[in-house]
Each structure stands twice: as structure tokens, then as C-alpha cells.
């Protein structure tokens, strides 16, 4: 079943149900030119344009993300081993299946929130930042970095729309959504993973060894 074809059946079976509750007096299907994207849903919930609720969110098991760079590269152009402490940052933010990126401070950030909140009693972020320094040990001739893995885990719900007058032939729209997000180190026994990782030199960064600013030295650089 598409997306679009989820939103009209959700659609019908509320207004259906709605009718019954004397709430709404009729239903007009939509034509077929009609039916909003899940985008165009969400965009009004962002904007505040369709009243909006995060119905029934489900937690999944925190689970660790795929590691990646997160300081700068240490090169060592000398003959011996060379260590060196180095600084790291890593911000991790959200996404949803329907929207791309949480935005923080944005209003569907809030809504599912508030939503998280008043089920699980969980203060759910959609970005975390940690920093930190670790000692980078580099043999000659290998760049250097530190690679980090962060605790991630997934929502699943349904957005429920409301809007004062019907839009797209309909007060209320229904969006299935999985959101994923960096959960709180130690979640389900899952933690942050912060290691030390090497290579060898490709050609052209042998051709950085060779420069006289650079030679017999250990030095840093952006990826």
C-alpha cells in the first residue's frame, strides 16, 4: 500500500468513525489529484497550520550506530611511533522516515516530545553533543583519527492531523512515521564507543611528508 493510498484510507476510517460521534455531519473523499504527500502533512504539523499529535509511540531497542570520524587527522612523517592528545566533537541529530531531519527547536520536535514524555516518562533529545580528548598513537607513515559509534534508537508512530476546515476533502489525515535519534549512553545496556583508528598514507599524502614545512614532523589537518 503507498503512502498515499495510507493517508486516504486513514483518512475515510477516522471520518467514518468521527461521523458516528456526531462530530463531523459529512465526508467528502478527495479526488485522486487531491491526496497531500506525507511531506505536505508534516509540513503543516512543523508549521502549526494542522493541529497535530504523535499517537501510540513505540520505543525499539537502542541499538549502536555506524562509527564515524570525529576529530582531525594526525599524520606522522617521522621514523618512531608518535602519540599525540587530541580533541573530538560529535553531534548527532534525528531523522523521520516521512521528513528527513528533525530540526531542534522546530515544532515536530516538540510534539514528539511531548508525546515520548507522556508515555514512557523518557525525556527524548533529537540531537546530543559530547566532547572529549583522547591520546592518538601513530606509527610512521599512518594518519591517525578517532572514530566514534553513538547509541541510537528508533520511534515508531503514527502523526494524527486535525485541521479546523477540511483540507485535501478531510478534518483529520493519518501518517505513519519512524523517527530515529541518539538515546542516552547505557540505553538498553548499549554504550558510545570511542576508539582509535589507522591507516597508510595514500601517494599524495606521502607527497605532505615531503614538503619542507611538513617533513620529520607530526602534524594535524582536516579530513
Known sequence: ???KHTLRYGS???AL??????VITTAVPAAAGEQPTAEQIMADCASGEGKCGFNSPQ?????????RQVSELLFNCTESPASQSMSWADTVGSSHSVGGSVTVGGGIEGIITA???ATYNYTWQSSRTETSSFTVTVKPG?????SRAQVMQQISGTWQTHYDDPKWGHYYWFVPDTVTGPAPNGTDGKHSAVVVKSRSMTADEKKLCARD??????FTRSS
Open 1 to 3: 500500500m503507498t503512502m
Open 12 to 14: 475515510r476510517t477516522l
Open 17 to 22: 468513525a468521527v461521523t458516528a460521534l456526531g
Open 59 to 67: 520505543l525499539g531497542k537502542a541499538y549502536l550506530g555506524e562509527p
Open 115 to 117: 508525546s515520548v514524555t
Open 142 to 146: 599512518e594518519v591517525g583519527w578517532i
Open 213 to 218: 614545512s611538513t617533513r620529520n614532523k607530526v
